[in-house]
């Protein structure tokens, strides 16, 4: 079946850097625009880039962009979303998403903390 599921997340110290990972499984992963969104406690879920099917065009949250970078592997059947320079403002949790086939991730915890 269709599926989606993210590693990579955990506790990191203000200004580290974390790789997150989103395996696709059950669909051709290379003909669909990806995308990460995130959800911090007692907020609604945003955006935080998105990444066409090729890997060629990129879009991110104003909060994020010169710190993240997405990329995917399309022969892995893989998402990508580099963390760099972290903030306690990025702890949430962080979701996979194909928009396209209303697929969802089950998330992954990253959090910010000294």
């Known amino acids: 079946q269709k599926q989606l599921v993210e590693s990579g997340g955990g506790l990191v110290q203000p200004g580290g850097s974390l790789r997150l990972s989103c395996a696709a499984s059950g669909f051709t992963f290379s003909g669909y625009i990806m995308s990460w969104y995130r959800q911090a406690p007692g907020k609604e879920r945003e955006l935080v880039a998105d990444?066409?099917?090729?890997?060629?065009?990129?879009n991110y949250a104003h909060s994020v962009k010169g710190r993240f970078t997405i990329s995917r592997d399309n022969a892995r059947n893989t998402l990508y979303l580099q963390m760099n320079s972290l903030k306690s403002e990025d702890t949430a949790v962080y979701y996979c998403?194909?928009?396209?086939?209303?697929?969802w991730g089950q998330g992954t915890q990253v959090s910010v903390s000294s």
């Open positions: 990444i066409s099917g090729s890997g060629g065009i990129t």
């Open positions: 998403l194909c928009s396209h086939l209303r697929l």
